[in-house]
C-alpha cells in the first residue's frame, strides 16, 4: 500500500483524485489547499492531516521522508493551479516521492525540459494524467485507424462546457495562470488527436477570445476543425433543452464517437495504470504542450482555411 499526499484538495478535480487513490487500495496522508472548504475528505480519507500553508505541508512531507518507508510519501498528487504545477512536481521530487500531475503537465515547453532533468537527479518519477488514452472505446478507435495506417480522415471536435462570471475572476481566467481556454479545458483532447492521428503539420487559429476559440489543423492523418467554448450561448438547442450545461462531440468522416460512458470514472484507471508499471510522463505530454502554446501564439486568421461548422 502507498501513502499519498494530494496539493489542491479543494479543487474540482480533486474529488476524482480521492476516489482513485481509495479505490486502488492506497491511503492519503495528507493534503493542502489555501481553501479551507475541504469537506470532501470525510467521505474518502477522514483521518488524513490538511494543511492550509503550503510552507507547513513542505515541512510535515520532509519529516514523512525520513520515517520508514512504510510511513514517508511515495507519492504527490498535484491538482493545484495550472501554473503551480511544475512547482509541485519539484516538491515531490524532492522528498523522494513520484508525482501524479493533473492536465496540463506545464503551461511551456521549455519547462517540460527542466522536468525532465530533474526526473533524471531523483528517484522518484512524473506521471500526468492523460486519462483519454485509457477509454476503451477511444483504445479500440487507435487500433482500427492504425489499421489503416494509410487514410486521411475528416474530423470535427467540438466542446462546450458552459462557465459563470466566476470563472473569468478565478486564475482559470487569466491566460498566464491557465494558460488560456485551450490550455485548461482541452489539452487532453489535443491529446487525444495527436495520439490517434498523428503530428502536426498544420496550424490555423480562426478565433480566440477569453471564452472561445476554434482553429484548424492537418495532422499526419486528418483534417481536423475544432471549436472550444465556456459561452452557454454556444451550447446546441438540445443540450439547453436538456438542461446539460456541457457539449462534447468528435465526429470521424462524419461519423460520430461515443465516448461519454466511463469518463468520470477514468482517473481510478489512470492510477491502476500506474500501478501496473505503466504511466505517462515528460515527453508523453510534450506533443500537446507544444501544440497549445503554437495556438495560444498564432494571431486569428479570419481568411481562409478549414472551418468549424459552429464557427460564425
Given at each position: 500500500m502507498a501513502n499519498f499526499g494530494l496539493i489542491g484538495v479543494g479543487g474540482y478535480i480533486a474529488p476524482r483524485h480521492l476516489e482513485a487513490i481509495r479505490d486502488t487500495g492506497h491511503t492519503l496522508l495528507a493534503s493542502c489547499d489555501p481553501n479551507d472548504s475541504v469537506g470532501i475528505l470525510d467521505r474518502y480519507f477522514p483521518e488524513s492531516r490538511f494543511f492550509t500553508e503550503i510552507e507547513r505541508f513542505d515541512r510535515f512531507l520532509e519529516k514523512r521522508r525520513r520515517l520508514d518507508e512504510d510511513q514517508r510519501i511515495h507519492?504527490?498528487?498535484?491538482?493545484?493551479?495550472?501554473?503551480?504545477?511544475?512547482?509541485?512536481?519539484?516538491?515531490?521530487?524532492?522528498?523522494?516521492?513520484?508525482?501524479?500531475?493533473?492536465?496540463?503537465?506545464?503551461?511551456?515547453?521549455?519547462?517540460?525540459?527542466?522536468?525532465?532533468?530533474?526526473?533524471?537527479?531523483?528517484?522518484?518519477?512524473?506521471?500526468?494524467?492523460?486519462?483519454?488514452?485509457?477509454?476503451?472505446?477511444?483504445?479500440?478507435?487507435?487500433?482500427?485507424?492504425?489499421?489503416?495506417?494509410?487514410?486521411?480522415?475528416d474530423v470535427v471536435l467540438t466542446y462546450i462546457t458552459r462557465r459563470g462570471p466566476w470563472y473569468g475572476i478565478s486564475w482559470k481566467g487569466t491566460p498566464a495562470k491557465s494558460g488560456g481556454i485551450a490550455m485548461n479545458i482541452c489539452i487532453h483532447f489535443f491529446d487525444m488527436l495527436l495520439w490517434l492521428f498523428g503530428g502536426v503539420e498544420r496550424s490555423l487559429v480562426h478565433a480566440r477570445t477569453p471564452d472561445r476559440a476554434a482553429g484548424a489543423l492537418e495532422l499526419e492523418r486528418a483534417r481536423v476543425r475544432w471549436l472550444l467554448s465556456t459561452s452557454g450561448k454556444d451550447l446546441p438547442e438540445e443540450a439547453v433543452r436538456d438542461g446539460k450545461p456541457a457539449f462534447r462531440s468528435i465526429t470521424i468522416d462524419g461519423e460520430e464517437i461515443e465516448f461519454s460512458n466511463v469518463f468520470t470514472s477514468l482517473h481510478t484507471r489512470v492510477y491502476e495504470d500506474i500501478f501496473e508499471g505503466g504511466g505517462y510522463g515528460v515527453e508523453d505530454a510534450r506533443p500537446s504542450i507544444e501544440l497549445v502554446h503554437r495556438i495560444r501564439r498564432t494571431e486569428p486568421d479570419s481568411h481562409g482555411g478549414l472551418r468549424h461548422p459552429g464557427l460564425s
Open positions: 507519492y504527490l498528487t498535484v491538482c493545484s493551479p495550472n501554473y503551480l504545477h511544475d512547482a509541485h512536481i519539484r516538491l515531490a521530487l524532492r522528498i523522494g516521492a513520484s508525482a501524479i500531475c493533473e492536465k496540463p503537465l506545464v503551461l511551456s515547453p521549455w519547462n517540460l525540459d527542466a522536468l525532465g532533468e530533474l526526473e533524471n537527479e531523483y528517484p522518484g518519477r512524473i506521471y500526468t494524467v492523460l486519462q483519454l488514452r485509457l477509454h476503451p472505446t477511444l483504445i479500440a478507435l487507435k487500433k482500427r485507424l492504425d489499421e489503416r495506417a494509410g487514410e486521411r480522415h
